[in-house]
T-cell receptor, first 115, second 116 residues
Framework: AQKVTQAQTEISVVEKEDVTLDCVYE???????LFWYKQPPSGELVFLIR??????QNEISGRYSWNFQKSTSSFNFTITASQVVDSAVYFC????????????FGTGTRLQVTL | DVKVTQSSRYLVKRTGEKVFLECVQD?????MFWYRQDPGLGLRLIYF???????EKGDIPEGYSVSREKKERFSLILESASTNQTSMYLC???????????????FGPGTRLTVL
């Protein structure tokens, strides 16, 4: 069975601080995809990134960066110079490769950025 | 841009009522999904569909059914609503990527259902 663990339930930082959200996953599949989604207070899940299991190259997009380490089954997300607009719940998810590629979600990390 | 819409943002129903939650996507996606989201539990898959009239159970299908008569529309049905079905319901869709069926899921805004 697939499993995603986000051990940090809630994180509070002051604006401009860097923050890392942890994600650890379990799967028996050799091919899989990992995702991060952001859920702002409005409720809609916003797609941030998709990474396949064969691509361990780290990715940077503006203030966001992702560190994928297959050896430790981790896919961590770092926000550099956090801003109040980054306040949201962030979900890490793992897909299988079966029909329709279902997602298994972690329980989410609530990030609160204050002035 | 992918657009997934859900019929209601907020819904209040009484115990025992039949409830329909509608989801429509405009990107010709083959796959559609229904999740419920509860505090501390993340998102859990209720049902999904990979084609018209095709459906499969997710992790928590009990108390729910679904209908997909048209490709763009996926309905979640609570035959007899109960208070433990009070939750946020999220619909998503995705396409089949070169036969691998592992494309990104795009989500609707959610329906917050309260069952009294």
């Amino acid at each position: 069975a697939q499993k995603v663990t986000q051990a940090q339930t809630e994180i509070s930082v002051v604006e401009k601080e860097d923050v890392t959200l942890d994600c650890v996953y379990e799967t028996r599949d050799t091919t899989y995809y990992l995702f991060w989604y952001k859920q702002p207070p409005s409720g809609e899940l916003v797609f941030l990134i998709r990474r396949n299991s064969f691509d361990e190259q780290n990715e940077i997009s503006g203030r966001y960066s992702w560190n994928f380490q297959k050896s430790t089954s981790s896919f961590n997300f770092t926000i550099t110079a956090s801003q109040v607009v980054d306040s949201a719940v962030y979900f890490c998810a793992l897909s299988d490769t079966g029909t329709a590629s279902k997602l298994t979600f972690g329980t989410g990390t609530r990030l609160q950025v204050t002035l | 841009d992918v657009k997934v819409t859900q019929s209601s943002r907020y819904l209040v129903k009484r115990t025992g009522e039949k409830v329909f939650l509608e989801c429509v996507q405009d990107m010709d996606h083959e796959n559609m999904f229904w999740y419920r989201q509860d505090p501390g539990l993340g998102l859990r898959l209720i049902y999904f569909s990979y084609d018209v009239k095709m459906k499969e159970k997710g992790d928590i299908p009990e108390g729910y059914s679904v209908s997909r008569e048209k490709k763009e529309r996926f309905s979640l049905i609570l035959e007899s609503a109960s208070t433990n079905q009070t939750s946020m319901y999220l619909c998503a869709s995705s396409s089949i990527l070169k036969g691998l069926s592992t494309d990104t899921q795009y989500f609707g805004p959610g329906t917050r259902l309260t069952v009294l």
